[in-house]
């Protein structure tokens, strides 16, 4: 063995040990007295990928290459870390615990140096992909020298190649011309419940190889090859070839007798293949056995070398065995399987590994703790430290135009369309740093005028063929490097983890992209995990949903949105806004684009209670229904109850009887109900809302301030709220589900009736739908009616309203 061997065989060792005795003592000496937290999933499923990780981390790869692990090699890659310096024993210790090392490698709660967050499976695997498409378009804006360009790299579980997200991935990169990628798949043939369908790797070689992709099988290790040479070698390699995958995992389990028996059995008295079984012994048969491509570093060294040599994507298929190197290496069960105490033991002997001594970097390779030490300082992707990135602000103009409406009604999405269609005339940086993408959905986001200013963005340059016919257009689209904006096909799914890509462009490869993603509301839920996905890693975007709701009416029932408002309340990361007028949007997009760019840690503002220095991503949910817009003038002060999520409209009398809230597509019904009332109910105050995200947050932190102590905090919408008398109405409206402002009853105990849409599914004018759902003016008023007894409304008793 040459030394440069020996020393990763021999960091293989110490990879393994610190791996799997991080999971033990996670499982039985730091949790100990609680048996149900026991966790497996780790052990076996880490033991898989050692051999692997070891090459890549120590030999293969380059500082500027991004990796993501797959969750259940979480602890190989912690011990990787730790032995580079880069982790310490005290989060190593902690596995799993409160803000000890994670479970599945985190960007956000780990600290050493995770790439990519993994967890749900296949998400990272397509994300690497994306963050490839993205490297190209940073660099082919100038951004990013081509040497200084890496390869993005996922490390797959073959289980985790079901993920149809991979596949949506996989077809996204053939169109982008997708380069410097590699997918490898630990294809132990486990997944969580069982040993996975025979076969697969053929599908998925010629899946792979039909998207352009080259396809490298690792199958056997140079032990095996070497004993394919001898004589009797071919009839061995084909009866490893045919064996089934239950049959090859079970065997390894039971060891090298077990292997004697059964290859005796079955190749027996055939001459020179017998005598090559007999020439072992069993350890050594359980050791060619056990040889696979994924486990034998000097093939997968060779293999990395070699695709080193180019940048075209290459799948790697790495035959292994989970659990390798561990008692329970090959069990069917073993996903779930922890090494028992007494089996710790053994092992821990076995690896020379005195007790009491095991968090020891060098512990049983004392000797060779200095070329050890010198070959991590040698390793190339350990270079440059940690590679977390960071790229300066770019200034966000004091306010952003917006189309003057004169007069005539405006949807949001048409004012977001022209929002950016005057950002992108604009000689600003923040326009050069906006990236734009859709699913198949730009001209119908009206992202069509900004795509004809700054082009569609692609590697070669390609024309229009309808401009250079001659054949008149509204859509002047070329691709080319320079362009701005990324189309994508109809998956959704692909949409998220773009943005997730771009959105993490400052901090994986150095330069701020703004990215703003269009997509049709409805369709968020078809990439829910991924945005959830997105905004785990921190991602920064803007993600324009339109149209949404009832209100896109003839659209059709089956594209009406009922729960996204509450998804823009939930996700973690997400600051949802739904505008109802062009200059509040502008606000909002502006605030955006500041927002996105945050990092800063601190204390909560003290005037909304939200962490806006923390930054995050955005989401704004927009209509195409066109809206007479108000003519006012946009102060500071009123920018800012926008940003914090609500202002009055109309302030509410002394002796008010009611409060409209309503928010987004639905102001025209809550302004005229509020005129309808007028001459049966006073004061009538009506709240715009714009945020029930932010809002509702600020409310919820004030009260966490207020009951650790901090009796002066007051909210947003408190301080709002304050002076309504506590006999006044308070009906709430949106184009939604109606628990996103129910919680307003909370705030002061005011009677509440939140009226929104429930159920979907059928199409109709607007007015038809609103008056359905009981959201349109005489809906409001009949709330308030029962609310607030008073005289009847006169209006309400009138055959219908003008919104009819
Ligand atoms: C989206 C999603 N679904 C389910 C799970 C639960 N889960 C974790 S690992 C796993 C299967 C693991 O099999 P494989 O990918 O072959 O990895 P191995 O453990 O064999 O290395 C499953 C179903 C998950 N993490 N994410
Ligand atoms: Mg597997």
């Known amino acids: 063995m040459s030394n440069r061997l020996q020393t990763l065989s021999l960091l293989e060792k110490r990879v393994l040990w610190l791996a799997s005795w991080m999971i033990h003592q996670a499982n039985y000496l730091r949790d100990k007295d609680d048996l149900d937290v026991k966790v497996g999933g780790h052990q076996a499923s880490s033991a898989s990928m050692a051999t692997i990780m070891t090459a890549l981390y120590f030999d293969v790869l380059r500082p500027q290459d991004r990796v993501a692990v797959k969750p259940h090699a979480s602890p190989i890659f912690h011990a990787i870390q730790y032995l580079a310096g880069q982790q310490t024993r005290e989060k190593m210790e902690n596995f799993r615990g409160f803000k000890g090392a994670q479970s599945y490698p985190s960007r956000t709660k780990d600290i050493d140096d995770v790439d990519f967050s993994t967890g749900s499976v296949g998400l990272g695997v397509a994300q690497t992909l994306f963050s490839s498409l993205v490297q190209d378009y ?26 149809g997200n991979i596949y949506e991935a996989l077809l996204e990169g053939w169109k982008h011309e997708l380069r410097n990628c590699w997918w490898i798949v630990d294809y132990n043939r486990q997944s969580l419940d069982g040993v996975i369908r025979e076969g697969l790797w053929s599908k998925l070689e010629t899946m792979f190889r039909n998207f352009g992709w080259d396809v490298v099988i690792l199958r056997h290790g140079k032990i095996q090859e070497a004993a394919f040479a001898e004589p009797g070698g071919e009839q061995l390699k084909q009866w490893i070839e045919d064996c089934p995958n239950q ?131 040698n390793a190339p992707f350990f ?31 048409a004012g977001f369309g022209q929002i950016l269609h005057d950002l992108g005339r604009a000689d600003h940086e923040l326009a050069a740093r906006l990236v734009t993408t859709s699913p198949d959905v730009t001209v119908s986001t009206n992202l069509g005028n900004w795509v004809n200013r700054r082009g569609l963005f692609s ?64 369709f ?75 990092d800063g840690e601190g204390d909560p503002d003290e005037k909304t209670w939200l962490r806006d220095q923390t930054g995050g991503s955005l989401y704004l949910r927009l209509s195409t229904r066109p809206v007479e817009q108000p003519q006012r003038e946009m102060t500071t002060a009123l920018a800012d109850d926008i940003i914090a999520g609500a202002y009055w409209l109309r302030e509410p009398g002394p002796n008010a009887e009611a409060v409209i809230a309503y928010t987004g597509a639905l102001a025209p019904e809550a302004i005229e109900a509020v005129g309808m009332m007028a001459e049966d109910r006073r004061d009538v105050g009506l709240l715009a809302i714009t945020s029930a995200d932010r809002l509702y947050a600020g409310w919820t932190a004030a009260q966490r301030a207020r009951e650790r102590g901090q009796c002066h905090a007051v909210s947003h919408v408190e301080r709002l709220l304050a002076d309504v008398p506590s006999h006044t109405a308070l009906v709430s409206v949106l184009d939604g589900h109606p628990a996103t402002l129910g919680w307003l009853a909370g705030v002061y105990g005011h009677r509440t009736r939140s009226l929104g849409v429930e159920h979907f599914g059928q199409t109709g004018t607007i007015a038809d739908l609103y008056r359905h759902f009981g959201i349109d003016a005489r809906g409001i008023m009949r709330a308030v009616q029962s609310l607030a007894p008073g005289r009847p409304i006169r209006n309400l008793g009138l055959a219908g309203s003008a919104a009819q």
């Open 247 to 377: 049959l090859y995992s079970a065997l390894t389990f039971q060891g090298g007798a077990a292997w004697r028996q059964r290859l005796m059995d079955e190749l027996g008295d055939q001459g020179p293949v017998s005598r090559l079984i007999e020439s072992r012994s069993d350890d050594e048969l359980a050791e060619l056995m056990g040889n696979l491509g994924g486990h034998d570093m000097p093939s997968l060294l060779e293999a990395f070398k070699a695709a080193s040599n180019h940048d075209r994507p290459t799948l790697f298929l790495c035959y292994t065995i989970k659990g390798f190197g561990l008692p329970l290496a090959g069990h069917k069960d073993n996903h779930a399987g922890l090494m028992t105490p007494d089996q710790m033991a053994g092992f821990r002997d076995a690896m020379g590994v005195r007790e009491g001594h095991e968090w020891e970097p060098w512990e049983g390779v004392a000797e060779q703790a200095e070329q050890l030490t010198e070959a991590i300082k």
């Open 138 to 163: 940073v660099a082919a804006h100038g951004w990013l020298k081509p040497k200084d360009m890496g390869r993005m790299v996922a490390l797959i579980g073959d289980a985790e190649m079901d993920e």
């Open 383 to 413: 270079a440059k430290g940690p590679r977390r990135y960071s790229a300066a602000q770019i200034q966000v103009p004091e306010a952003l135009s917006y189309p003057d409406a004169k007069g005539k009604p405006v949807s949001t999405q």
């Open 459 to 522: 590697v070669e340059e390609l024309s229009d063929t309808f401009k250079a016919e001659r054949i008149p257009s509204t859509y002047k689209w070329s691709f080319s490097p320079q362009g701005q904006h990324m189309e994508l096909g109809i998956a959704e799914s692909n949409l998220f983890l773009m943005l997730s890509a771009m959105g993490l462009s400052h901090s994986i490869h150095g330069e701020r992209l703004l990215p703003i993603g269009t997509v049709y509301d409805p």
């Open 524 to 598: 968020i839920y078809r990439g829910a995990d991924q945005l959830n996905y997105a905004c785990y890693q921190d991602a920064r975007f803007m993600l324009v949903a339109t149209p949404s709701g009832v209100t896109l009416a003839p659209e059709g029932g089956a594209h009406q949105s009922i729960g996204t408002p509450l998804v823009g309340m939930a996700q973690d990361g997400l600051a949802a806004f739904e505008p109802a007028y062009l200059d509040e949007l502008a606000v909002m997009m502006r605030f955006g684009f500041e927002y996105m760019q945050r």
